[in-house]
């Protein structure tokens, strides 16, 4: 176990080091580790506040009830890391294949922008994008039930063969879902989007 105020005692470079294989409750604020690496790393119930991961390869590491706030995450591997019960806030994860996370892993977005990631094929029942910008995100195949997208951009964002019962659209914006491709089931949708589920029908709508 670590504890943040050892760390204020040390300078800036061997805090980015971090040497510990385990951290618990611990607080990180500032961290600039682009480009760096994070290989067989634990973190439980820490918090990672205006942080730069940009590009930054988590190699086999596990980060369980954590948080990112106002954290940067773009473009980062994931490769065998395990992401539980994780909270993103205010933080960008762009680009980023989440295919690579060892499962189960479970996210909550809120005010966050993760375009351009790809959840291919994931078991994401009950993830949340509150708020969110999540362009041309690879949802094909995914299982999204009772996954909450309220107010999100889902603009070029990619459903097919995707599990989307019991789903929450309320107040989502510019996503194109076929009905006739995705699993729909007491799935939530709100007007005038909802208008875009008739897309792909060859009817007239006056």
């Known amino acids: 176990m670590a504890d943040l105020s050892l760390f204020e005692e040390q300078n800036k470079n061997e805090l980015n080091k971090l040497t510990e294989p ?14 760096g690496e994070l290989k067989g790393k634990e973190f439980y119930r820490c918090k990672f506040t205006s942080c730069n991961f940009f590009k930054v390869k988590f190699i086999s590491c596990e980060f369980d009830n954590c948080t990112f706030a106002a954290s940067d995450l773009s473009l980062s591997i994931v490769k065998g890391s395990k992401f539980l019960s994780t909270y993103f806030k205010d933080s960008k994860s762009v680009g980023i294949d989440w295919r690579e996370v060892r499962r189960p892993s479970t996210f909550k977005f809120v005010n966050s922008k993760i ?70 089931k007491k799935t939530v949708f709100s007007m005038p989007e909802a208008v875009s589920l008739l897309n792909d029908f060859d009817i007239i709508i006056k």
């Not at 385990?22 to 480009?35: I, S």
């Open 22 to 35: 385990y951290y618990k409750e611990t607080e990180f604020k500032g961290l600039d580790l682009a480009n």
């Open 115 to 184: 375009d351009n990631s790809v959840f291919y094929k994931m078991d994401l029942r009950s993830i949340n994008l509150i708020n969110c910008s999540a362009q041309n995100v690879d949802f094909v195949e995914a299982d999204l039930s009772k996954a909450v997208f309220t107010n999100t951009d889902l603009l070029g964002s990619r459903f097919s063969f995707t599990n989307l019962a019991y789903a929450d659209f309320s107040e989502a914006f510019n996503y194109n879902i076929n009905p006739k491709d995705n699993k729909l």
